[in-house]
């Protein structure tokens, strides 16, 4: 089974905005879900798919690197989590990646 971990990071949260850089228990929140995805595989399987430069620079600052920045049209709170899925395993697929499984994880 060759898995790939999808974080779904927007940056324009309603409820709490920035919720996803907010710290919690000593870091970002986000980085929570990036340490579980590291318990199960490396690195290279774990893809923050975000619209937001300070949620990417987060990510990066904390050693994952960010692919891609999500388009602008699977931005908005009325973007479905399945699109924002079938995007980032298109990208890896155009590069010759290919996953069997997708995990998702939502910070």
């Known amino acids: 089974m060759r898995p790939l ?3 779904t990071a927007r ?3 309603k409820g709490l905005p920035g919720k996803n850089i907010k710290e919690f228990n000593g870091k970002p929140l986000i ?3 990036i340490d579980i995805a590291r318990n199960f595989v ?3 399987y774990v893809c923050v798919t975000t619209d937001d430069n300070e949620i990417a ?3 990066q600052n904390y050693g994952l690197q960010v692919p891609f920045i999500r388009p602008a049209e ?3 709170d009325t ?3 399945q699109d924002v899925l079938i995007h980032a395993w298109k990208f890896y697929e155009n590069k010759g990646a290919n996953f069997d499984t997708i995990v ?3 910070p």
């Open 57 to 59: 620079q987060t990510v």
């Open 5 to 7: 971990f999808i974080i």
């Open 42 to 44: 490396k690195d290279e």
């Open 11 to 13: 940056g324009g949260s």
């Open 79 to 81: 973007a479905s989590s």
């Open 31 to 33: 980085c929570h879900s």
């Open 104 to 106: 998702l994880l939502q």
């Open 74 to 76: 699977l931005a908005p």
